[in-house]
Nanobody, 124 residues
Framework: QVQLVESGGGLVQAGGSLRLSCAAS????????MGWFRQAPGKEREIVAA????????YYADSGKGRFTISKDVAKNTVYLQMNSLKSEDTAVYYC?????????????????WGQGTQVTVSS
């Protein structure tokens, strides 16, 4: 089992920045990659970004390219999501998740463990 705890969400004005953190504990040795997802009211959960745990490889959805940066601190078992130039449409609950096997990053179904989520609200 892997436990994930997100933090760093909050209320920010459009154009502002937030940095989300996700601390992992438990059987983290089984981690292939970690991803950030978001879910807005009435919408499906969607990938934002993902990062390989033992390689320098990242994935970004089009929604965050050029504005969001995913990074990791392996020693701290923590993954980050730096979000700049935030827009009202970025408002959502943001979740981090652990992926244990290679393959697509996009589908939530391929992630085994999830955090409880952190609310990000961007006011226009």
């Amino acid at each position: 089992q892997v436990q994930l705890v997100e933090s760093g969400g909050g209320l920010v004005q459009a154009g502002g920045s937030l940095r989300l953190s996700c601390a992992a504990s438990g059987r983290t040795s089984s981690t292939y990659a970690m991803g950030w997802f978001r879910q807005a009211p009435g919408k499906e959960r969607e990938i934002v970004a993902a990062i390989r745990w033992s390689a320098d490889s990242t994935y970004y959805a089009d929604s965050g390219k050029g504005r969001f940066t995913i990074s990791k601190d392996v020693a701290k078992n923590t993954v980050y999501l730096q979000m700049n130039s935030l827009k009202s449409e970025d408002t959502a609950v943001y979740y981090c998740a652990v992926k244990r096997y290679p393959g697509t990053y996009v589908s939530p179904d391929v992630y085994s463990y999830w955090g409880q989520g952190t609310q990000v609200t961007v006011s226009s």
